[in-house]
T-cell receptor, first 111, second 117 residues
Framework: SQTIHQWPATLVQPVGSPLSLECTVE??????LYWYRQAAGRGLQLLFY??????ISSEVPQNLSASRPQDRQFILSSKKLLLSDSGFYLC??????????FGPGTRLTVL | AQTVTQSQPEMSVQEAETVTLSCTYD???????LFWYKQPPSRQMILVIR??????QNATENRFSVNFQKAAKSFSLKISDSQLGDAAMYFC??????????????FGQGTELSVKP
């Protein structure tokens, strides 16, 4: 069966510090991968999606970036965090069935 | 661009009763997918049910069923025999079938469901 992992689970970072959130998927190959952000417990906003290694599309221009160094690894990064980057970050994967399955999420607080 | 609207920020239901959560969407596409996800306090998104637009039959998963009205662009979720564990935020989501859109989901703002014992 497939599983998706995210880490860290929680993170508190000062403004201006770098960020690296990691997402990995097990039990499948060549998945589509997604990063979403959820602010204030409401709707999810798609940040990036990837249909293959080094194939990444950005949905919202901002100070975040994404990379996919391996088939089942998706990384969300920032060189300098802003207060507005605080939120809950969810990674998801899909393949074939078109249904997206989500990881447990990372709660990021920028102080 | 497609949009998804959930007009009920909060809903409440008595345990063992039935509740219906509303969702409407806007699209010019004829083929797409619709989903309901549940987000409990742990905040992990859990798939509840999915519907393919080309299927006329409404999807059903145990106590969960949908009323899919394609012409009206409506996709409501019915929860029967509500249980305390059903308390959560529920999100309606749309997915285009167009390949170059990458399968991304467009979410509504959510409906927070509380279940009273």
């Amino acid at each position: 069966s497939q599983t998706i992992h995210q880490w860290p689970a929680t993170l508190v970072q000062p403004v201006g510090s770098p960020l690296s959130l990691e997402c990995t998927v097990e039990g499948t190959s060549n998945p589509n991968l997604y990063w979403y952000r959820q602010a204030a417990g409401r709707g999810l906003q798609l940040l990036f999606y990837s249909i293959g290694i080094d194939q990444i599309s950005s949905e919202v221009p901002q100070n975040l970036s994404a990379s996919r160094p391996q088939d089942r690894q998706f990384i969300l990064s920032s060189k300098k965090l802003l207060l507005s980057d605080s939120g809950f970050y969810l990674c998801a994967w899909s393949r074939g069935s078109h249904t997206q399955y989500f990881g447990p999420g990372t709660r990021l607080t920028v102080l | 661009a497609q949009t998804v609207t959930q007009s009920q920020p909060e809903m409440s239901v008595q345990e063992a009763e039935t509740v219906t959560l509303s969702c409407t969407y806007d699209t010019s596409e004829s083929d797409y997918y619709l989903f309901w996800y549940k987000q409990p306090p742990s905040r992990q998104m859990i798939l509840v049910i999915r519907q393919e637009a080309y299927k006329q039959q409404n999807a059903t998963e145990n106590r969960f069923s949908v009323n899919f009205q394609k012409a009206a662009k409506s996709f409501s979720l019915k929860i029967s025999d509500s249980q305390l564990g059903d308390a959560a935020m529920y999100f309606c989501a749309y997915r285009s079938s167009i390949y170059n859109q990458g399968g991304k989901l467009i979410f509504g703002q959510g409906t927070e469901l509380s279940v009273k014992p």
